[in-house]
């Protein structure tokens, strides 16, 4: 009587193949993982209510108190529109620096940063598929405060603009994102909320989201003039008036679109950079 060596089973030619490769390409496992941090997203589902209800609420403060239709600057421009843009544009930059930032900041500081260096996922993943959240929750930012828009503002865009502004709106997030993603990566967890604060607030308020920059003093207006959000801020009001009245809400006259564009991508691929190689250098760190 022989006895026989139990043969181990040969490894499946799946299981050596790269994740991404296992998971349908790099589009599959961005859907994989897009799908786990939105389950994650929704077992918390309060602060992206916060991030939807806050810019709603400051528009229903300020922006509805402007909205009547007699409301018009020189140029026959509805200020109630404008305000709604104004305060879009404060919501989606918002969750896309301060938001996901602090979400970001809060997984390093309980280790989940360090958890997932240790799975084959790549960087990319994990940053894109946050973005991937980003873009839903701006979504239901721009969806809820133009619903209000509508409803009671009296706020009326032709087809062609509302897809326009919502096309701005959601790259902007896209953009911003970069920013959240190098404060959080690049600052000590339990400072990144400050610092997200001290950087979006100033933002926030120098590209005028919060008052017309033509109300303010020009200083500020030499100031915001070399501000990414400053220029996505021109590229969403240009998409429900015209030059004419831009100049009349901010108080100088728009450049070219490409200009304004250009600022925009800059800024991204710079803050994104920084975010590539400010999370490179923590894991070589941890690893160390």
């Known amino acids: 009587m022989t006895s026989q060596t139990p043969r181990m089973p040969a490894p499946s030619d799946a299981a050596n193949l790269p994740i991404s490769e296992r998971t349908g390409g790099r589009l599959g496992l961005l859907a994989v993982h897009s799908r786990v941090e939105l389950r994650r997203a929704m077992r918390s589902i309060e602060y992206l209510i916060v991030a939807v209800a806050l810019p709603m609420l400051l528009y229903a403060m300020f922006g509805l108190t402007n909205a009547e239709p007699t409301n018009l600057l020189p140029d026959g421009s509805h200020v109630g529109t404008l305000m709604m843009v104004s305060l879009a544009c404060y919501g989606v930059v918002s969750l896309a620096i301060f938001t996901f930032g602090e979400y970001v900041a809060k997984e390093r500081a309980r280790g989940w940063a360090r958890t997932m260096r240790a799975t084959p996922l790549p960087v990319w993943s994990n940053l894109a598929a946050?973005?991937?959240?980003?873009?839903?929750?701006?979504?239901?930012?721009?969806?809820?405060?133009?619903?209000?828009?509508?409803?009671?503002?009296?706020?009326?865009?032709?087809p062609v603009q509302w897809v326009r502004l919502v096309g701005v709106l959601l790259l902007g997030v896209l953009a911003f994102a970069t920013l959240g993603f190098a404060i959080a990566y690049a600052t000590r967890p339990r400072t990144a909320t400050a610092i997200a604060n001290l950087i979006f607030l100033p933002l926030a308020f120098l590209s005028g989201f919060f008052v017309p920059l033509s109300e303010l003093p020009e200083v500020l207006g030499d100031i915001a003039a070399w501000l990414p959000t400053y220029h996505f801020g021109l590229l969403a009001w240009?998409?429900?008036?015209?030059?004419?009245?831009?100049?009349?809400?901010?108080?100088?006259?728009?450049?070219?679109?490409?200009?304004?564009?250009?600022?925009?991508?800059?800024?991204?691929?710079?803050?994104?950079?920084?975010?590539?190689l400010a999370a490179h250098r923590e894991g070589v760190a941890r690893r160390v």
């Open 238 to 276: 240009l998409q429900v008036t015209g030059p004419e009245g831009v100049e009349a809400w901010v108080g100088t006259a728009p450049t070219a679109v490409g200009v304004h564009l250009t600022w925009v991508v800059v800024a991204t691929v710079i803050f994104g950079a920084v975010a590539l």
């Open 130 to 158: 946050k973005t991937v959240l980003a873009l839903i929750g701006a979504t239901a930012i721009v969806a809820s405060i133009a619903g209000l828009a509508v409803a009671a503002g009296n706020v009326r865009l032709d």
